[in-house]
């Protein structure tokens, strides 16, 4: 029987599981890093982690503003931001990181600076991608390969 996540963090309190996806690099790695999700007893803050659902999707990304009835969020290594997500899709947070036998601390400086940093530099961030997406697609169009016939 596969139970859902609710279930598991209704029963055990907690919920541990390796990372699926990039969308939280360079925090998380894909299928390296094992996650330990609490669940969420009060609003959420800016800079929390949330795991939430969207559709039959669970998603962890970044909370990147506090509205008075939702959040906006984003992945780490997404340009793309999430807009209207309520405390009713949200189901845990983010409490612990572990990467092989050491624990990431989720409380320290280095951390609080990282996720200033990402949060901060979003809009430089999607800028870049665009650019070098038009840069990429006009250097394909000026230097692509002729097809041989």
């Known amino acids: 029987m596969n139970r859902r996540i609710e279930?598991?963090?209704?029963?055990d309190g907690m919920y541990v599981s390796t990372?699926?996806?990039v969308s939280m690099m360079p925090m998380l790695r894909d299928r390296r890093d094992t996650i330990v999700i609490?669940?969420?007893r009060e609003r959420l803050k800016k800079y929390d982690?949330?795991?939430y659902r969207r559709g039959e999707d669970y998603?962890?990304?970044?909370?990147?503003?506090v509205l008075p009835d939702s959040y906006i969020i984003c992945g780490d290594n997404c340009v793309t931001l999430e807009t209207g997500i309520?405390?009713?899709q949200v189901i845990g947070k983010l409490t612990e990181v572990r990467r092989g036998e050491k624990k990431l601390r989720l409380d320290g400086l280095g951390y609080a600076i990282y996720c200033r940093y990402i949060v901060a530099t979003f809009y430089p961030?999607?800028?870049?991608?665009?650019?070098k997406?038009?840069?990429c697609s006009a250097a394909k169009k000026l230097f692509g390969r002729k097809k041989k016939g």
């Open 19 to 21: 990372t699926s996806g």
């Open 133 to 135: 997406g038009a840069v």
């Open 38 to 40: 609490t669940p969420a």
């Open 49 to 51: 982690v949330a795991l």
């Open 7 to 11: 279930e598991l963090l209704a029963e």
């Open 86 to 88: 309520t405390d009713a």
């Open 125 to 131: 961030r999607k800028t870049f991608r665009r650019v």
């Open 59 to 65: 998603l962890l990304h970044r909370v990147v503003k």
